[in-house]
Nanobody
């Protein structure tokens, strides 16, 4: 199972930006689907964005489209989530996750309901807090 480590969270004012990083192995970055998810207390874990197919496919939930950008750096074995125009509604714990295998990668983040994306992923980071507050 891949080891995933998130970093880059913290406190930011509304309208501000943060970049989250998910460090893993080179094999994982190149061959797995990697996703960012978030969860607030008492709520379901929600898919935010995914990157797969060698970085050729990126997927975003409606709530972050146009504000967040997922990318990867294979040389650094890292997937990033650039978050712009943050609002207090973005205050949650953010998780990085990965899944491998042809069929699983194909299915990853393909559903219209982002709360269903998490069930496809088998490897998870420990999570990192993002707080958006004046």
């Amino acid at each position: 199972q891949p080891q995933l480590v998130e970093s880059g969270g913290g406190l930011v004012q509304p309208g501000g930006s943060l970049r989250l990083s998910c460090a893993s192995s080179r094999y994982t970055i190149e061959n797995y689907a990697t996703g960012w998810f978030r969860q607030a207390p008492g709520k379901e874990r929600e898919g935010v964005s995914c990157i797969k197919n060698g970085g050729m496919t990126t997927i975003y939930s409606d709530s972050v489209t146009g504000r967040f950008t997922i990318s990867r750096d294979v040389a650094k074995s890292t997937v990033y989530l650039q978050m712009n125009s943050l609002t207090p509604d973005d205050t949650e714990i953010y998780y990085c996750a990965a899944v491998g295998g042809f069929s699983a990668v194909k299915r990853a983040c393909d559903g219209r309901d982002p709360t269903a994306w998490a069930s496809e992923f088998g490897s998870w980071g420990q999570g990192i807090q993002v707080t958006v507050s004046p």
